[in-house]
């Protein structure tokens, strides 16, 4: 008898929807297949080649926050369609779908609450939400974290994932660049830290704004990070880029990053980061 079956002869009383297929993983890297219990308690992170998959907003924060307890912060309500965009399909049709899916507003959000004891306000763009594209709702949604943790005096920590400016919203996406930008400088008048954890993929206006303005640089194992697309790049300069070319480790190697940290050592990490830069203050 195979060791499958066994595995299969040994699953007591298997519900037809809990067939074999959904019991199993396959990554997407290596094509291991891993029970999606063993998966999950891996953080979505293959265990053969260290593939790091893409995760959601509630998955991180129950992850990273004490004891899975975190409070979502409220999305800001922004003009939706501004330009009445429609392409193969009405803008308005692709937001709904992206909600349908996501069960979000938009693709950042926001929550409070406590590592390691500390207090933080945790920002998480989800890739699943239109690719993570920046923008009116994230630019706001971007602002209103920046300014809970001014409000709270607390760290704020962003998780990027993003495939760029949302073309959906021409010239008003752009302008969140901008702004970003200058939510930031409030924060760093208020003497409060902004750390960045870089996940993949985080590409296009996001790193050219404030996916790179972190006062730590984080980024997970093999994500891809950059501006434009490798192949644009090469087209434009004629030339052949080198392997691992726009990968975390390959940024971290050339001083673009801080760190490079796989996804269970992240909570530790992120931890002793706050305790560095904004240490408990004593009581007046």
């Known amino acids: 008898m195979s060791w499958l079956s066994r595995v299969r002869s040994g699953i007591p009383f298997l519900p037809k929807r ?44 129950e992850h990273l926050f004490d004891a899975a307890q975190f409070e979502l912060l409220p999305a800001p309500d922004v003009r939706e369609d501004p330009l009445k965009f429609r392409d193969t399909k009405r803008y308005g049709e692709r937001l709904k779908a992206a909600r349908t899916k996501t069960n979000e507003k938009d693709a950042l959000v926001n ?59 021409g010239i008003l996406s752009l302008m969140q ?36 303005l972190g006062d730590v640089q984080l ?26 070319f726009q990968r975390a480790e390959y940024l971290l190697d050339h001083g673009m990053i801080d760190m490079v940290v796989p996804r269970a050592e992240l909570k530790e990490k992120l931890a002793l980061l706050v305790g560095y830069l904004a240490p408990e203050r004593e009581p007046a």
């Open 219 to 244: 980024a997970e194992p093999g994500a891809l990070i950059g501006f434009a697309g490798q192949r644009v790049i090469e087209q434009t300069i004629r030339e052949k880029l080198p392997e691992g």
């Open 111 to 169: 929550a409070r609450g406590r590592i390691d004891g500390r207090e933080v306000i945790l920002g998480v763009q989800d890739f699943a939400f239109m690719g993570g594209s920046m923008g009116i709702a994230v630019g706001a949604a971007f602002v209103a974290g920046v300014r809970a943790a001014i409000a709270a005096k607390s760290p704020y920590i962003l998780f990027t994932a993003a495939g760029g400016a949302r073309m959906q919203e």
């Open 18 to 61: 809990q067939s074999v297929e959904n019991l199993w993983h396959k990554c997407v890297k290596c094509g291991t297949m891993v029970f999606v219990k063993e998966w999950e308690e891996n953080y979505s992170v293959c265990p053969r080649c260290d593939f790091h998959d893409r995760i959601g907003p509630m998955k991180r924060f």
């Open 177 to 212: 660049m901008p702004r970003s930008t200058v939510a930031l400088a409030e924060l760093k008048e208020a003497g409060l830290p902004y750390i960045v954890v870089l996940t993949d993929p985080t590409t296009g206006g996001v790193t050219a704004s404030y996916a790179m």
